[in-house]
């Protein structure tokens, strides 16, 4: 049962993950860079929208097909977000120009907000990503992206898992249970014991069979 139960956490993104074409995950990586493209470091984009079908002359096989329709479209998002904020802007500085006598309140900003928002979508879009990584044999990419997620969100539980199963792929066993212990101290998922046992297991087994 506890088996079960950690193989349905990783079930969950793979079957997000093979769900999408080439032309998807191009779609997907296109529009953030288009919408970021000529912004300082740090742009965020906006959650992606989901991307269309291929048109004629493009195939759902090809990454590059998507890739470029997606940064049309995110750069196109980003010049029509600048001129209704630059509209914004000016229609504010008149209401302010009018009522300047008036005591001013505080009004706070959805900016933030909306900052925080794309900033989760970003983190949540990241687990599927490592997922795919993980099971193309990319230990490293996923490892890397995986300390970025926790370096945005030190205390997800799912990037904490994640870690941990990366590392245990890498047969590194030991540096696997810190992380493992550190979800079952957590209690951020159900079955992290038998992924602890399991580790243990694999590790003695190594052990046993290098000697």
Request: aromatic share 10%; hydrophobic share 35%.
């Amino acid at each position: 049962m506890k088996e079960k139960l950690f193989s349905s956490f990783f079930a969950l993104f793979t079957i997000t993950v093979s769900a999408q074409t080439n032309f998807d995950l191009g779609f997907n990586k296109g529009f953030s860079e288009g919408y970021c493209y000529g912004k300082p470091i740090g742009c965020i984009s906006p959650m992606v929208p989901i991307a269309p079908l291929p048109t004629v002359g493009e195939s759902s096989a090809l990454y590059k097909d998507g890739y470029n329709r997606g940064f049309v479209l995110g750069k196109s998002r980003a010049e029509k977000t600048n001129e209704g904020t630059a509209s914004n802007d000016r229609q504010r500085y008149r209401a302010e120009k009018v009522e300047h006598l008036q005591k001013p309140i505080y009004q706070p900003s959805s900016s933030l907000l909306d900052l925080q928002i794309a900033n989760a979508l970003q983190i949540r879009n990241m687990k599927p990503q490592i997922v795919q990584l993980m099971e193309d044999g990319k230990l490293q990419e996923a490892y890397n992206l995986t300390n970025h997620g926790l370096s945005r969100a030190p205390e997800d539980g799912e990037f904490i898992v994640l870690k941990g199963q990366i590392l245990r792929k890498a047969k590194q066993y030991q540096d696997a249970l810190v992380w493992f212990r550190k979800c079952a101290r957590m209690r951020c998922m159900e079955g992290i014991n038998y992924a602890i046992d399991a580790t243990i297991k694999e590790m003695n087994e190594n052990s046993t069979s290098s000697e």
